[in-house]
């Protein structure tokens, strides 16, 4: 997810917050300092109310991060690499660079979350029942009572069958040992999460037109759960189409390349005028040192493009622009996506051997996939 930063690890796992997290921990925060703990324990000092509400904002999303953690860690031990946990507006996600390889795998994944919610639940629940004994409800135990009853709701929430939430994979891991067909279960729940994600969206409609603003957060929700789900099944066609081709089986081996020294003005007067590609490698006798497209030369103004090299502009080459022949297409794709870079060199020992973007790979999965589906 981009736009996050890493706070830290957990048991390796690399930990982040998303820019959108602030907004929604700052959301919480006031919600529980200016209504709910004011209602539940009233006569508190103002200072009081927003200490606790920090605290118990702080322990929603340590929770939250407890049912990621749940996810990765059961992710993990099936052999599914995890890239981390990020927190963000709409509360966590555990990023696998892999699907799980089988149903059951699928579904030990994805209902470990929900079930740590629960034990939290149950966990904060008792303890408010001891704090609670005396029959006076203390500050310390609303803080508990509301960590029992969110963590309680979040299981819930969590376990609707809306792809991708742990309900929606759920219902992908019953449909996969049903149908045989990863990419046919996710459309299938994927198709549920979008009815139900309109039904969200539609009422929380009903709501804001009624003055009751809260349904702003079911359309936002609604709005997540459906584009996510979408984004999801594409992810999986995208893999079956994918499946078992490397890097070296569809590489544009016959590249073009411009030499660092060349002028901005001839390099798009003789490689971007006169044929199709949208970038190329750049050279410093025959080692590749970068790769320009039209996107650099557009910072360039246009009076100084006869004086300006290449090699000023260029985007210089990095590990994350190499890829060799053996490398999966699907991986290389995910390299292009999460790095936001549409091309990548095949090198071999220092030398180029050809260049695979990702315009390329999305038409060769969709010719694939259209083949498939006229075969089928």
Do not use: C
């Amino acid at each position: 997810m981009h736009d996050a930063w890493q706070i830290g690890r957990l048991l390796g796992i690399p930990l982040r917050i998303h820019l959108s997290w602030l907004l929604i921990f700052g959301l919480v925060t006031w919600s529980l300092a200016a209504g709910y703990f004011p209602a539940v324990v009233p006569d508190m000092p103002a200072w009081s109310y927003w200490a606790k509400a920090i605290v118990a904002a702080a322990m929603l999303f340590g929770s939250v991060i407890l049912h990621e953690l749940g996810h990765s860690l059961m992710a993990r031990r099936h052999g599914v690499a995890i890239a981390g946990i990020t927190l963000f507006v709409f509360g966590g996600v555990s990023e696998m660079k892999e699907e799980p390889r089988t149903p059951g795998q699928e579904l030990q994944i994805a209902i470990v979350g929900p079930a740590i919610s629960v034990l939290l639940a149950v966990a904060f629940a008792l303890l408010g029942g001891l704090l609670g004994a005396g029959g006076e409800l203390t500050f310390t135990g609303a803080v508990v009572g509301y960590l029992a009853w969110i963590n309680l709701l979040l299981a819930a929430f969590n376990m609707l069958p809306a792809f991708p939430l742990d309900g929606g994979r759920v219902l992908r891991a019953i449909l996969w040992r049903w149908q045989g067909d990863m990419a046919r279960a996710t459309r299938t729940a994927a198709g549920t999460g979008r009815v139900l994600a309109f039904a969200m969206m539609g009422f929380g409609l009903f709501q804001v037109f009624s003055g009751r603003f809260g349904g702003l957060w079911l359309l936002l929700v609604g709005w997540f759960i459906m584009q996510a789900g979408s984004a999801g099944a594409v992810q999986a066609s995208l893999r079956q189409a994918l499946a078992g081709l490397k890097v070296r089986d569809v590489m544009t081996a016959d590249v073009r390349t411009v030499e660092a020294g060349t002028a901005v003005a001839d390099v798009v007067e003789q490689h971007f005028l006169r044929h199709t590609y949208g970038g190329y490698p750049v050279e410093r006798r025959g080692e590749v040192i970068g790769l320009v497209t039209l996107h650099e030369l557009r910072g360039v103004p246009s009076g100084q493009r006869r004086e300006v090299p290449v090699e000023k502009i260029m985007v210089p080459l990095s590990a994350d622009l190499v890829v060799d022949g053996e490398t999966t297409v699907l991986d290389a794709f995910n390299r292009m996506a999460a790095t936001r870079q549409g091309r990548l060199v095949i090198l071999d020992g220092g030398r180029l051997r050809g260049l695979i973007t990702l315009r390329g790979v999305a038409h060769l999965a969709q010719v694939r996939g259209y083949i498939a589906g006229a075969s089928a």
